[in-house]
């Protein structure tokens, strides 16, 4: 079994293993980043402007600002959806589950 590969129980200590120095994400934060921006900023642009040729149409003058508020509101809920919004916790994995009943004050691996 090779030495240095992650999650099969090889990694040596002392010796650099073959993950990525920039953190859990790599460069996925700062790319994400981008894009959560580009959704909110693009869909304030974009209902701002449907709003503004609305109030010119109808002679209003606050669907800008509602088209500003439903492009940030959508820019928000395009990002969450695309799974683009993350906790900032760089911990090794999930949060292991906790037992319940007996076994909860054992130790031993008995299976």
Known sequence: MPENVPGTGGEVP?????????GRYGEAGYNDG?????????GIIVWSLIGWGL???????????AGGLL???????LSYKHNLTRSSSTGA?????????P???????VE
């Open 14 to 22: 002392g010796k650099p293993s073959d993950r990525d120095p920039r």
């Open 34 to 42: 981008i894009a959560v921006f580009s959704y909110i900023v693009g």
């Open 55 to 65: 109030d010119n149409l109808l002679g209003t003058r606050w669907l800008v600002l």
């Open 71 to 77: 492009g940030a509101v959508g820019g928000f809920y």
């Open 93 to 101: 994995g999930p949060v292991p589950e906790r037992k319940h009943g």
């Open 103 to 109: 076994e909860e004050g054992s130790q031993s691996n």
